[in-house]
């Protein structure tokens, strides 16, 4: 087991150095991609999403959404990783006859991508969706989706929080990451979604809360959705930025652009640790 979260971490310390290539090359949303790297590796090279350029077409098999659309470069450079993604597409470099372009939100007409997310609130419901008609032809593929906790602020998400209770939606997987920062501020200034924990289980879920960044407890939190009998979610406490102090636990990066020389040079040495 140490091995394999040895593994994880330098999985994760590679993806965080390649999601700086990109954004220094073409930009997008660096801060919110870097909260959820572990969350992202630990799914994927865990064994809970198998996803190859080979069936990625296919939905016989567990499916993974991107809720957080913002969080594209963390994305991309994942798909990359597990050679769905081009060199050349990863970095807008791509010269083929169908032209594909990275924009700031994933798409799904990027390989690899099952919905087109950014405008928030929207990829529990249509996880929540997919989990029904997989129960109903009793299919046992699991649905995982990644959250904001500010997008816990939107309305759908509390429809289908009610919708996957009442169904029993066992084999949805959700996964907040909860980072405490909105877009440009904290999110307790501007609203407050507490008592955050109370609220899911009052409406019937299975709730876990965790380190964000612990690769052992992200995956045991995994295994423990396998037992339960109502839809699963999974509170990840996370620092936005995190890995580039200068970045930690600051909303202003989500938009401001890394572009100092001393800056970038500091960053890359912080991820060469």
């Known amino acids: 087991m140490k091995l394999k979260i040895k593994k994880f971490e330098e999985h994760s310390n590679n993806l965080r150095k390649i999601i700086l290539d990109v954004y220094l090359k073409n930009g997008g949303h ?12 630990t799914l994927h090279f865990g064994g809970f999403i198998k996803i190859s350029k080979k069936n990625y077409k296919s939905k016989n098999r567990n499916i993974f959404i991107l809720s957080k659309g913002h969080a594209e470069i ?10 769905v993604l081009s060199n050349d597409i990863l970095f807008n470099n791509n010269k083929t006859k169908k032209k594909i372009t990275l924009g700031g939100h994933v798409d799904h007409k990027v390989p690899g991508v099952e919905l087109t997310t950014g405008s928030l609130g929207h990829g529990l419901g249509f996880a929540a969706g997919i989990s029904l008609a997989k129960k109903k032809n009793k299919k046992k593929y699991k649905q995982f989706v990644l959250l904001g906790d500010a997008e816990c602020t939107e309305g759908s998400i509390w429809e289908t929080a009610l919708f996957a209770s009442y169904h029993k939606l066992n084999n949805l997987i959700a996964i907040v990451d ?9 999110l307790s200034n501007f609203t407050s979604i507490e008592p955050f924990k109370k609220k899911w289980e009052s ?27 109502k ?15 200068l970045l930690e636990n600051s909303p202003i990066w989500h938009v401001k652009k890394l572009e100092d020389r001393n800056d970038i040079l500091q960053a890359k040495k912080e991820l060469e640790k």
């Not at 660096?30 to 590796?41: A, D, G, Q, R, Y």
């Not at 839809?231 to 102090?245: E, L, R, S, Y």
Request: glycine share 8%; hydrophobic share 35%; charged share 20%.
């Open 30 to 41: 660096l801060s919110t991609s870097f909260s959820c790297i572990e969350i992202l590796v």
């Open 74 to 83: 963390a994305y991309y450079s994942l798909m990359h990783k597990l050679g």
């Open 178 to 186: 909860r980072n405490n920062i909105g877009a440009l501020d904290y």
């Open 203 to 229: 409406f019937g879920w299975y709730v876990q809360e965790v380190d964000g960044h612990s690769i052992s407890s992200l995956l045991k939190a995994y295994d423990k959705c396998k037992k339960s009998n």
């Open 231 to 245: 839809p699963n979610i999974i509170i990840a406490k996370t620092t936005k930025g995190k890995g580039i102090k």
